[in-house]
C-alpha cells in the first residue's frame, strides 16, 4: 500500500532533532493537557504537539467530514472508530500542513504559536478508554524459555501453543500511562519448602516487554473477522509494560491463569503509532509448523520489523539496557491474533487492546523479562555500579524503548515508563 504521508523524502518546517521517534513520517495521535488546554487530541512531531482542536475548530481540517467535537474529548475512541480510512485521510491532511513547502500553518504566526506546543509544557494522557485488555502469549522464544524453567526442558511447549494464539482476558481498569508510579503489589505467596501460603508483598516483581494493537471498530456478537480483514479492525500499536509478580503467580496460577499477579498494573506508552506509519516495516513472520488451520492461514507480511529495548535505572540515577529484541520475531501475528480472538463469534469494542505477549529474541541478550534474563533468579544482572538485580526492587525504574528505521527515517514510540514504589506507598 502505497501512503503519501510515508514518503521518506518529506520533510517539515516544524524543527525535527536528529535521531527523533517523531519525524514527519510518523505522526502519532494521543491526548494530552496543559495549565490551561483541558485533555485534547494531538500529534507529535520532533519535540512538539500539535493541537488538533485547533486545527479542526479555524478550518484547517475543512473537508475531510469529521464530527464536530471530535478531538475535543478526554480519549481518542470516537476520532478512531471513524474507520482507517477516516483516520488515514487526517494523517495525510496533517502530513501536507507540515511539510516544509506549505505555507498554510507555517506563515499564520498567530495559528502556529497556538497550535504548535512545546513537548514540555504538555502532560501526557492514557489515550483510549480501553473497555477490554487480552494478553497474548505469542513469542515462540518466550514460551519456550518458561517451558524449559517450571516444566520440561525437551518438551517445553503445551500442545495447543503452535496451533493457536493462547491468551488471557486482562484487567482494562488498571491500565496505566506512562509515568505513572507501579506500587508492588500483596498477596498469597508460597515458597518451595513451605507447607501453607503467607500474605506477603511481591518479592519477585518483573517487567514483561510488549507491544499492544488498539482496535477501531466494533463488531458484533457472533460476528468473527477474518485474518485477511483483521488489519482494517486495528488503528495502531503502543508499548505495553505487563508488570508480574512471578510469585504470586506460580502460587495462583494453576489452574485458570494469572490474576492478582498480573491485574495490579499495566503500562502503556501515550503515543498511538497508526498501522499506517508502520506499512514500510512490513516483514515475514516464522515458520509455522505445523500448519496451521484454514482460519488462522494469512497471505503476505503480517510481522513489523520494530526495535525494542529495555533500559533499567535503580536510585541515584545509574541505568543500564538490560535487553534488546525485536517485534518480528513473533509466532503469531496481530491479525493471526485478532482473527482467533473473534472465531467463536467475540465481539470486538472500539478502544480495546490486545497486547502481544512477552516478546523475546533467542539470545539471552533479547530476553524480554528478569524471569528469563536472570533465569528465576539464579543469573543475576550485574549493573554499571556493581549491583546487582535479579528481579525489581522499590525505586527502581523501567523504560521500554521501541523504533523501526528504514531509508533514513526513524518511526518511533516515546517511552514506556514506571517506577516501583513500596506497598506501604498511595499512588
Known amino acids: 500500500m502505497q501512503i503519501k504521508a510515508n514518503d521518506p523524502k518529506l520533510k517539515s518546517w516544524v524543527e525535527v532533532p536528529p535521531g527523533s521517534d517523531f519525524p514527519i513520517q510518523n505522526l502519532p495521535f494521543g491526548v494530552f493537557k496543559t495549565r490551561y488546554l483541558s485533555p485534547v487530541a494531538g500529534v507529535a512531531i520532533g519535540n512538539y504537539v500539535l493541537d488538533l482542536v485547533y486545527l479542526h475548530e479555524n478550518g484547517f481540517l475543512d473537508g475531510l467530514g469529521l464530527p464536530a467535537g471530535v478531538f475535543n474529548q478526554r480519549y481518542l475512541n470516537d476520532f478512531i472508530a471513524l474507520g482507517r480510512k477516516k483516520t488515514r485521510a487526517v494523517r495525510e491532511r496533517i502530513s501536507e500542513l507540515l511539510q516544509h513547502d506549505n505555507d498554510e500553518l507555517r506563515d499564520h504566526a498567530a495559528a502556529r504559536e497556538i497550535a504548535l506546543i512545546p513537548v514540555t509544557e504538555v502532560q501526557m494522557l492514557l489515550p483510549v478508554r480501553v473497555p477490554n485488555y487480552t494478553d ?29 494464539p493462547v491468551a488471557y482476558h486482562g484487567r482494562a481498569s488498571s491500565i496505566v500511562v506512562s509515568g505513572t508510579p507501579v506500587r508492588r503489589p500483596q498477596a498469597q505467596i508460597k515458597m518451595p519448602d513451605a507447607s501453607a501460603p503467607v500474605f506477603s508483598a511481591s518479592k519477585k516483581l518483573d517487567f514483561e516487554l510488549e507491544m499492544a494493537f488498539v482496535v477501531c471498530s466494533e463488531t458484533r456478537l457472533g460476528q468473527p473477522v477474518t485474518v485477511t480483514e483483521a488489519e482494517e479492525h486495528i488503528f495502531g500499536l503502543i508499548l505495553f509494560n505487563d508488570w508480574s509478580a512471578r510469585d504470586i503467580q506460580q502460587w495462583e496460577y494453576v489452574p485458570l491463569g494469572p490474576f492478582l499477579s498480573k491485574n495490579f498494573a499495566s503500562t502503556v506508552s501515550p503515543w498511538i503509532v497508526t498501522l499506517d506509519a508502520l506499512e514500510p516495516f512490513r516483514t515475514k513472520g516464522p515458520e509455522q509448523k505445523p500448519e496451521v488451520l484454514p482460519y488462522l492461514k494469512a ?21 543500564a539496557v538490560v535487553s534488546r529484541t525485536n517485534f518480528r520475531y513473533m509466532y503469531w501475528s496481530m491479525a493471526q491474533q485478532l482473527a482467533h480472538h473473534t472465531v467463536n463469534g467475540c465481539n470486538l469494542q472500539v478502544g480495546d487492546l490486545m497486547a502481544s505477549g512477552t516478546i523475546s529474541g533467542s539470545d539471552p541478550g533479547s530476553y524480554g523479562s528478569l524471569l528469563e534474563l536472570t533465569w528465576n533468579g539464579t543469573r543475576p544482572i550485574r549493573l554499571p555500579n556493581g549491583e546487582e538485580r535479579t528481579f525489581l526492587k522499590d525505586g527502581d525504574t523501567v523504560i521500554f524503548r521501541a523504533y523501526a528505521e528504514k531509508d533514513g527515517v526513524r518511526i518511533g514510540f516515546g517511552e514506556c515508563k ?8 498511595k499512588v
Not at 305 to 318: H, N, T
Not at 418 to 425: A, M
Open 136 to 164: 497474548f502469549y505469542s513469542s515462540l522464544e518466550h514460551a519456550s524459555n518458561v517451558g524449559s524453567m517450571f516444566r520440561d526442558p525437551n518438551n517445553p511447549l503445551l500442545p495447543n501453543w503452535r496451533h493457536l
Open 299 to 319: 497471505e503476505g507480511n503480517k510481522n513489523f520489523d520494530i526495535q525494542l529495548e529495555v533500559i533499567l535505572q535503580i536510585p541515584g540515577g545509574i541505568s
Open 418 to 425: 514506571g517506577e516501583i514504589v513500596s506497598e506501604k506507598t
